[in-house]
């Protein structure tokens, strides 16, 4: 697969049909869209957990600044492993650049300084937090695309870190025009 094929740094909407409650109306990061398949962060589905009862978990003391922060349910594989999505800022033991706008992060250091409340210049300006990610192997986003289970628009930040949750499925959509209420989850036959 060549880069312009990918899906890397695009936004998977959900369509309405789509009966898998991991995703009903979701809004999925891809962070990564290869040969061997895909792996995103669902980014509007808030668990109930905040920064202040993971963090201490983690033998972290959260700070007041990001305390009620809410972690997000990223996706239904490895819901213990734990996914910073942020602005590209600081030296982390494990990230990876998925553009040049946004950096995805799995090790613990970051947690640490975003907890200290180290407000330097290595923090992220903006970063989500969650807990699992969704993944599909070789060729399986390509056909769940063909048959009509996602859309695809291009990531944009606003949504991705500032938008209220509950307004991110549309707004994605709003992206190429589409609103998914004037959609039917029913197919059409001539």
């Known amino acids: 697969m060549d880069q312009s094929n990918s899906l890397k740094n695009h936004f998977l909407i959900a369509m309405p049909n789509l009966g898998d409650p991991n995703f009903y109306r979701s809004v999925t990061y891809i962070c990564e869209h290869n040969?061997?398949?895909?792996?995103?962060?669902?980014?509007?589905h808030p668990s109930t957990i905040t920064l202040?009862?993971?963090?201490?978990?983690?033998?972290?003391?959260?700070?007041?600044?990001?305390?009620?922060?809410?972690?997000?349910?990223?996706?239904?594989v490895e819901p213990e492993?734990?996914?910073?999505?942020?602005?590209?800022?600081?030296?982390?033991?494990?990230?990876?650049?998925?553009?040049?706008?946004?950096?995805?992060?799995?090790?613990?250091?970051?947690?640490?300084?975003?907890?200290?409340?180290?407000?330097?210049?290595s923090c992220p300006d903006q970063f989500i937090v969650a807990l699992g990610y969704a993944g599909w192997g070789a060729g399986q986003l390509e056909q769940e695309i063909?048959?009509?289970?996602?859309?695809?628009?291009?990531?944009?930040?606003?949504?991705?870190?500032?938008?209220?949750?509950?307004?991110?499925?549309?707004?994605?959509?709003?992206?190429?025009g589409i609103d998914l209420n004037q959609l039917s989850s029913q197919a059409g036959h001539a």
């Open 52 to 76: 202040d009862d993971l963090l201490p978990q983690m033998g972290i003391t959260p700070d007041l600044l990001h305390a009620d922060k809410v972690v997000l349910d990223g996706g239904p």
């Open 146 to 176: 063909l048959d009509n289970s996602w859309l695809t628009v291009p990531a944009n930040e606003e949504i991705l870190f500032t938008l209220p949750f509950q307004g991110r499925w549309q707004a994605a959509a709003n992206i190429i």
């Open 81 to 121: 492993h734990g996914f910073l999505i942020h602005t590209p800022k600081g030296e982390w033991q494990s990230s990876m650049a998925v553009s040049d706008e946004i950096t995805l992060t799995t090790s613990k250091d970051i947690l640490d300084s975003l907890a200290n409340g180290q407000t330097d210049l």
């Open 35 to 44: 040969d061997e398949g895909a792996m995103g962060i669902v980014i509007n």
